[in-house]
């Protein structure tokens, strides 16, 4: 018989190296790939690997993800308990009723859950990344293990290792050395480029997780982390496993490579959700097998309008776009998109451009305007001849800037929700 299993999603992260798209949302709940949520991918992995008991914590800038998470995920089942996706607020559960301050303390603060649902394993997963995982197989090699604590692990160049708690392992993937952030990371014994790192995603028992959180929190020392202070006193205990990433297939992309992102920088989010939309993309989001489920909006599908008019400038009124996402309720009008994301209800009036940009949900964009590596947010609306893209100086007047390809000169600019562009 499985075990009974009951996951936790750390949702509650500030995501501040994604402001300004985290000013009013946490970075969970941003938006990705034109009609998703960043947390939609593991919520997803869960629902796909047949574990449908989840929590998710959340804290900072909660009220998007909350109402994306009632309104898209609400899969309670009246006839019973065992069946939910509930979000769960910071309430101030210690006696001195502080906020998390931790992601160990996060969990401590909800043991009444855990106590109440009487799981025999905990599945701790960070809801911030974009990734496709079957969960059930690293359950199995936990099991198979007789694990205390597994923890997900992927190899990633050494030079971005210092951002992750960086595994060693033996043969058997028991892990042997553990660092979390380490300034000098240890190189993988066969690949000195790459380090082994967590990927803040963790199996426990659910009696020794109970043990171990009660412990920590009565540890006046400790910064109540799992990567700082639960998981690397557990290396001599010898029954901390690694589980490692590259070994999980899923069903209709089985000679796929395993696609894990962290999408914790503007750069990384611009270039994860431009990949998409290659002919051939790293993530394919398209594999009917493995779904990826969102909140559906009941909207028209997109339209594309032109015709044989001219503009005074003799710019021909087509409405097309290459190499691009268009998702619906989307109207492109006399204009041109050429390798871009448009999420849903972009409306782009006649004879503009969009090049190499990302545009959110209800953005309007007059007629002649210009846009090129650009990220709009939500509920922007952009006056007929705005030009942004071109002028790094003008750029950085209105909107936030940061650098794109630094040895090409090129820029990106993000333009917050709800501003008011003059």
Known sequence: MRKKILAMILAGGEGTRLA???TQRAKPAVPFGGKYRIIDFVLSNFVNSGIDSIFVLTQFRSQSLTEHIVNGWNISNPFGKSQFII?????????????????ADAIYQNLHLIDEVNPQLVAIFGGDHIYRMDVSQMVKFHEKKEALVSIAAIPVPIEEASEFGVIQVDEEWRITGFQEKPENPTPMPSD?????????????????????????????????????????????????????????RIPGSENDAPYWRDVGTLKAYFEANMDLRQAWPQLDLYNDKWPIYNYHYS?????????????????????????????????????????????????????????????????????????????????????????????????????HTCDLDPEQGTWLTVIEKHTTVK
């Open 87 to 103: 979000p769960v607020p910071a309430q101030m559960q210690t006696a001195d009723k502080r906020w998390y301050c931790g992601t």
């Open 299 to 399: 909207l028209p599908p997109a339209k594309f309008v032109h015709n044989d008019a001219v503009s005074d400038e003799g710019l021909p009124r087509i409405g097309k776009a290459v190499n691009s996402i268009v998702c619906d309720g989307c109207i492109v009008s006399g204009s041109t998109v050429n390798d871009s994301v448009l999420f849903n209800s972009v409306h782009i009036h006649s004879y503009s451009t969009i090049q190499n940009s990302i545009i959110l949900n209800d953005v309007k964009i007059g007629s002649h305007c210009r846009i090129k590596n650009t990220i709009i947010d939500k509920h922007v609306t952009l006056p007929p001849n705005t030009i942004i893209g071109y002028n790094r100086e003008e750029d950085e007047k209105r909107f």
């Open 192 to 248: 000195p480029t790459k380090a082994l790192v967590s990927m803040g995603n963790y199996i426990f028992d659910k009696d020794k997780l109970s043990e171990l959180l009660n412990s920590d929190n009565d540890c006046e020392l400790s910064s109540h982390d799992f990567g700082k202070d639960i998981l690397p006193p557990l290396v001599e205990t010898g029954r901390l496993f690694a589980y490692n990433f590259h070994m999980n």
């Open 20 to 22: 300004p798209l985290t």
